[in-house]
């Protein structure tokens, strides 16, 4: 009986998967081009659709081997890193304050936030750029740690102040009360409960500072420095002709990024909704 | 209480600070670049008061990145807005594997535009290039996709609509998950039909997810800089620039900082101008309701 019944709903449901299967295709196809490409030979001429014949592991072998693509690696994962600490834990004390002050400065304050995170970073490039010429930041990880910082700074003190909001202040009352410091009443009793929002604030800032390219170009311009966009550049800027290592080194930054991504959909999805939800 | 509230405000400092030196001092070392005519990095800088921004006026190729500045941010946020929807829409049907639909369909915001951009260089590429496989199956010639400026325009909207259509249907899925269910189950029994139930009460209460859904991509599209780059670098001609990415040819190969200071300024005003427009376009709207 069940059967039958499950039956006649997917039958009635091949529209559904037909159009599933179609949205699938659009969205995996150019993952899949990549991958071909990169495991076929220079020489292979035939269509970019169809599997390689015999797997080619050269196109690898090459960007490992003549390229700083594990340096860049490193580098990118040292930015990301860094950046994701400061804008996690300035993020959060800041919007303390504006969540339990209700005084004019805290509104002053949030006002300033949700302004300077409406600027769109690269129409500033210049002046970012002369700025850390003049303290000695331009190819070190500090100054594009900072610059990467500050511009995500915003977007976490607005997620954090949204979510401290929603938590009721008669638990810092009461710690107040009982003589808690300022400081242990964040660390001990607000903090603890910032984990889920933590975690979207680090995802989310984690593929933007990773995947970042404006800045860095201006910013880390001494080859050693490179991140992994401006690697993956480089191979298709002054290699052009060789596509096939090109789509390596594509394959080579995108896959860990994909793999990363499936493990933890349900994180960034969350984070997702939380940065759009309007407060 | 009161010596409390004079701590707490300590805890401003650090953020306050970093915005201040990194996003603060910028903005005005930017402003003033763009009243002097620089090269990038020589000591001479020579102070010509808006004589940056009037020449801009005058700047054809400026003209063309400004019309496809708003192409690459309407066009993409509208497109992105009715896929978004439908998908969401789909997902939120009910079907086996409909998460691994809404998995897929997010999955691209995950990488670089950069790298993006390379990737579907193989799509449009003359030789060899998929596009062209496809189309040959069909018996037409090959064609250079990026040979002609138009065509250059559309690649990059469409892209940039693929890419990040999935910010706009995980926005709409969360919103259409939130509306109560009863307000469906009521309708049903007063006789609304499918398209009805959608038009008349899942829109509706579906309006604040719109605003944040369109403003964000909206910011997004005007803004695109890095799928431009690696997919035409702003050719042929200068055709299928952004405001953004003609500021970084200004910049780096004509080596006018201050000329491309003055584009960054103006386009920082567009798009706070056409966000704050927008928003309250909204506002509105939900006013109206």
């Known amino acids: ?279 | 209480m009161k010596k409390k509230e004079v701590k707490i405000n300590f805890f401003y400092i650090p953020a306050i600070l970093l915005i201040l030196l990194f996003v603060v001092r910028p903005f005005c070392e930017t402003i003033f670049i763009s009243l002097t005519k620089w090269n990038g990095y020589s000591s001479d800088k020579v102070f010509i008061g808006i004589k940056n921004y009037v020449d801009m006026l005058k700047d054809d190729r400026l003209k063309r990145a400004f019309v496809n500045t708003l192409i690459y941010g309407f066009a993409s946020t509208f497109m992105q807005n009715v896929i978004g929807l439908l998908i969401a829409v789909f997902v939120d049907s009910r079907f086996r594997g409909n998460n691994i639909i809404r998995a897929v369909v997010y999955m691209p915001i995950m990488i670089s535009g950069l790298i993006m951009g390379y990737i579907m260089y193989f799509f449009l590429t003359y030789d060899n290039g998929v596009l062209n496989d496809m189309i040959g199956i069909f018996g037409y010639e090959p064609v250079d996709w990026l040979a002609d400026g138009r065509r250059g325009i559309l690649f990059i909207t469409l892209i940039n609509t693929w890419q990040y259509a999935g910010n706009c249907m995980i926005i709409y899925l969360s919103g259409i998950q939130s509306i109560p269910q009863m307000y469906e189950e009521a309708a049903v029994i007063d006789g609304a039909g499918t398209f009805q139930r959608f038009r008349f009460i899942t829109l509706p209460l579906l309006l604040p997810a719109v605003t944040t859904a369109v403003i964000t991509n909206l910011i997004g599209g005007l803004k695109l800089f890095d799928g431009i780059i690696a997919l035409t670098n702003g050719g042929p001609n200068y055709a299928t620039h952004s405001m953004m990415s003609y500021l970084n040819s200004q910049y780096f190969l004509a080596e006018k900082a201050g000329y491309a200071s003055a584009v960054g300024i103006s386009t920082f005003v567009l798009i706070m101008v056409i966000s704050l427009l927008c928003n309250q376009y909204f506002e509105g709207k939900s006013i109206e309701e």
């Open chain 1, 1 to 279: 009986m069940n059967r039958i019944k499950q039956k006649s709903g997917t039958e009635r449901n091949w529209w559904k998967y037909l159009l599933a299967a179609v949205i699938l295709i659009i969205y995996l196809l150019p993952v899949y081009v990549v991958v071909v490409m990169s495991l076929k030979p220079m020489t292979d001429h035939t269509s970019r659709l169809l599997p390689p014949v015999e797997i080619y592991l050269e196109n690898y072998l090459k960007v490992f081997k003549n390229s700083n693509i594990l340096n860049a690696m490193k580098n990118s994962l040292i930015i990301t890193v860094g950046t994701v600490a400061i804008v996690v834990i300035a993020g959060c004390l800041a919007a303390y304050p504006i969540a339990r002050n209700k005084g004019r400065l805290g509104r002053a304050v949030k006002i300033f936030v949700l302004g300077v995170m409406m600027v769109p970073g690269m129409s500033m490039v210049v002046g970012v750029y002369s700025t850390l010429v003049s303290i000695h930041a331009i190819s070190t990880y500090w100054g594009i740690i900072l610059v990467s910082a500050a511009f995500g700074l915003p977007f976490s003190i607005y997620m954090y102040s949204n979510f401290i909001a929603a938590i009721p202040d008669t638990l810092d009352e009461a710690a107040a009360i009982d003589g808690a410091d300022v400081l242990t009443i964040f660390f001990k009793i607000i903090f603890p409960q910032l984990k889920p929002v933590t975690v979207s604030v680090l995802l989310m800032q984690g593929v933007s500072t990773w995947n970042e390219y404006g800045y860095s170009l201006y910013i880390l311009q001494k080859p050693d420095m490179y991140n992994v966009t401006l690697t993956v550049k480089q191979f298709f800027g002054e290699q052009l002709k060789d596509l096939n290592g090109a789509a390596a080194s594509a394959a080579v930054a995108i896959i860990p990024v994909i793999i990363i991504y499936l493990f933890l959909q349900k994180y960034f999805v969350k984070g997702a909704i939380d940065s759009a939800v309007k407060g």
